[in-house]
């Protein structure tokens, strides 16, 4: 079984990276840290006795995605599983005073991205007669809170697009599945705060949020499934987290 993950360096990708191959897939992990890569590629196969290839390429480029999906040779085109796992949210402004980059970095990974891999791995799918896609969502993809607009859209962009997939996909055989997590203690919070450690700190302070692995092990569960069935959507919360807005802090 091969499994090609989206952002595989950190958070949600490198425990997904790690679950499956704990569990004998190949990997091929996906990246733009060229380091980042090879040290995981190296600790895998190693850890797990699999076989791990590396692709570093930014989703975003539409060149770079099509330059990499076409260096997939041999056996390594038998994938079984893309998890479009890539994503970042930038900034937390209201709508009048959002920049503009951050709006644009947002949209160019978290929708076209999404759309360029899945756009070039479904083919591969299609004639391979098996596959299952995986779209990392949020609960921010179910609901809008304040200041999160853009992300908060382009979320619900992926909850649209996995439902979209399922039914032209569907003909050809083709598993579809969204997993929407809520408050996750990644780099997710880091970046959203470009470095500001101490505010991004103050997301999770406290609750007991989700980690990596536990969207890995729903990943894991869905792709898993017997062949007759289809996991369309997995939304996922800490225990203290009711919505978006909703956290019981200690």
């Excluded at 929708?111 to 949020?138: D, F």
């Excluded at 962009?157 to 003909?171: E, F, S, T």
């Excluded at 505010?199 to 980690?211: E, F, H, M, Q, S």
Aim: hydrophobic share 45%; proline share 3%.
């Amino acid at each position: 079984m091969i499994a090609l993950i989206t952002g595989a360096t950190a958070g949600f990708g490198k425990a997904t990276a790690e679950l499956f191959a704990k569990n004998g897939w190949d990997i091929i992990i996906c990246g733009r840290r060229k380091e980042r890569l090879a040290s995981m590629a190296a600790e895998l196969s190693k850890k797990y006795n699999v076989k791990i290839s590396e692709l570093s390429f930014d989703v975003t480029q539409l060149d770079e995605v099509k330059n990499a999906i076409a260096s997939i040779t041999g056996s390594w085109k038998n994938i079984d599983l893309l998890v479009n796992n890539a994503g970042l949210a930038v900034g937390l402004s209201p709508i009048q005073t959002g920049e503009i980059d951050d709006w644009e970095r947002m949209i160019n990974t978290n929708i076209k991205g999404l759309l360029y891999m899945t756009r070039l791995v479904a083919p591969i799918m299609i004639e391979n007669k098996k596959g299952h896609i995986v779209n990392i969502g949020s609960v921010a993809g179910k609901e809008v809170y304040p200041n999160g607009n853009i992300y908060c859209a382009t979320k619900h962009a992926v909850d649209a697009l996995n439902r979209a997939m399922r039914i032209d996909l569907v003909q050809h055989g083709i598993k579809v599945t969204s997993i929407a997590p809520g408050l996750a203690e990644t780099e997710f919070a880091l970046v959203r705060f470009k470095g500001d450690a101490d505010r991004a700190k103050t997301v999770y302070n406290g609750i007991d949020p989700l980690k990596g692995e536990d969207i890995a092990e729903a990943i894991y569960w869905a792709a898993t499934r017997p062949a007759h069935v289809n996991i369309l959507d997995i939304v996922l919360t800490p225990a203290a987290q009711g919505n978006s807005t909703t956290v019981i802090r200690k």
